[in-house]
T-cell receptor, first 116, second 117 residues
Framework: NAGVTQTPKFRVLKTGQSMTLLCAQD?????MYWYRQDPGMGLRLIHY???????AKGEVPDGYNVSRLKKQNFLLGLESAAPSQTSVYFC???????????????FGQGTRLTVV | AQKITQTQPGMFVQEKEAVTLDCTYD???????LFWYKQPSSGEMIFLIY??????QNATEGRYSLNFQKARKSANLVISASQLGDSAMYFC??????????????FGTGTRLQVTL
């Protein structure tokens, strides 16, 4: 029972390099999210998706792109990494509902990204 | 404006005592859900408890309860009989109702709880 799996767990990039973070979930969830976590700022939503083929911007989308070509996968891309993108990135997924029991988001283990 | 406000950056509680972690929220929707998560030092996000906007009773899950005051837009987490293993960051989150934002899940900045002997 894998749940939500993020790849990779750690990465060091040089300024200007690009990379893609992969999130995979096996719970058939409609909603998927990408967050970044920085000290004192909680989790801030970067992009999210309400279903296969759809994406939407969150609070801090600049410098990131996403794609959801398959329901189970949600990719986060950094086209030209900057030191300000040094952070811990979390992917999450949930059922398609506002609330109710069993609508909580399930999280991956996080990706620690350092941009030097 | 902040959607979720957690005003306590850090809290201390003695083992076996109860502690309340504050959370206020801002929404104009009638339908919304409130969630609390725990993040231990290992980094994973652990779901604790859920409260729906239409729920008349406060949610409870073991030692966790949610003090839901709808008119004041507050959803405070109460941890009873604190244990050393409760030391962690705690996040309050909200998912709002229909109308385009139903899928967003917004988090507060968190409260770091330290349980002492």
């Amino acid at each position: 029972n894998a749940g939500v799996t993020q790849t990779p767990k750690f990465r060091v990039l040089k300024t200007g390099q690009s990379m893609t973070l992969l999130c995979a979930q096996d719970m058939n969830h409609e909603y998927m999210y990408w967050y970044r976590q920085d000290p004192g700022m909680g989790l801030r939503l970067i992009h999210y998706s309400v279903g296969e083929g759809t994406t939407a911007k969150g609070e801090v989308p600049d410098g990131y792109n996403v794609s959801r070509l398959k329901k189970q996968n949600f990719l986060l891309g950094l086209e030209s990494a900057a030191p300000s993108q040094t952070s811990v990135y979390f992917c999450a997924s949930s059922r398609a509902a506002t609330g109710g029991k069993n609508t909580e988001a399930f999280f991956g283990q996080g990706t620690r990204l350092t941009v030097v | 404006a902040q959607k979720i406000t957690q005003t306590q950056p850090g809290m201390f509680v003695q083992e076996k005592e109860a502690v309340t972690l504050d959370c206020t929220y801002d929404t104009s929707d009638q339908s919304y859900g409130l969630f609390w998560y725990k993040q231990p030092s290992s980094g994973e996000m652990i779901f604790l408890i859920y409260q729906g906007s239409y729920d008349e009773q406060n949610a409870t899950e073991g030692r966790y309860s949610l003090n839901f005051q709808k008119a004041r837009k507050s959803a405070n987490l109460v941890i009873s009989a604190s244990q050393l293993g409760d030391s962690a960051m705690y996040f309050c989150a909200m998912r709002e109702g229909p109308g385009g934002t139903a899928s967003k899940l917004t988090f507060g900045t968190g409260t770091r709880l330290q349980v002492t002997l």
